[in-house]
Structure formats: structure tokens, C-alpha cells
């Protein structure tokens, strides 16, 4: 499947129901926190089957008990509906551990 990069209306308007997002340049970027690295770390295994089965994989960083997520479609130089269902899988994931 061939992904379209979104225009920055789209943008703008996706981030309307993405809370804890936000627009960094050409990625989407969130940094989340958690009570120790074993949380941040399952959190990450979970996200990691999400990626496998959305065929899309995000830029991440892991410090200790923080997770920053950056996402876009490199292919296309953009970001595009991928990362758009990405992140709201992630925010979904997220709310329910919390």
C-alpha cells in the first residue's frame, strides 16, 4: 500500500485528536513518562508488535523512564496516514496502562 504525504491542514487537523503530539519539523514527536525502565521498556515490546503488524516502525529513543516517539513515512518525506494510525494506537495503548 502506497501512502500519501498529508498536507498541513491534514496535519493539523489530525493533531486535534492526538493529545500529547505535536508537529516537529516534518515528524510527529511525543515523549512519555514512565514509573521505571521495566514500564517503559514493556510499553515499548507492546508498540513493537503494533509496528510489526502496521508495516511502519517509529524513530525511538529510551532513557531510563522516558520514551520520546518521533514518526513519519520516510519514503514519502512526510508524514502520512501511517503515522496518523501509529500514533493513535500508541495514545489508545497508553491510556489503557495508565
Known amino acids: 500500500m502506497t501512502s500519501k504525504k498529508l498536507s498541513d491542514g491534514s496535519i493539523t487537523q489530525e493533531l486535534k485528536g492526538l493529545p500529547g503530539w505535536s508537529l516537529a519539523g516534518d515528524v510527529l514527536e511525543r515523549t512519555f513518562s514512565f514509573t521505571d525502565f521495566m ?10 508488535m503494533v509496528s510489526e503488524q502496521l508495516h511502519h516502525h517509529p524513530e ?16 514519502i518525506g512526510g508524514i502520512s496516514e501511517k503515522d496518523i494510525e501509529w500514533a493513535t494506537r500508541c495514545n489508545q495503548r497508553f491510556n489503557q496502562s495508565m
Open 39 to 48: 514500564e517503559a521498556f514493556s510499553f515499548m515490546t507492546e508498540m513493537a
Open 60 to 75: 525511538w529513543t529510551n532513557v531510563y523512564k522516558t520514551l520520546t516517539i518521533r514518526l513519519s513515512t520516510h519514503d
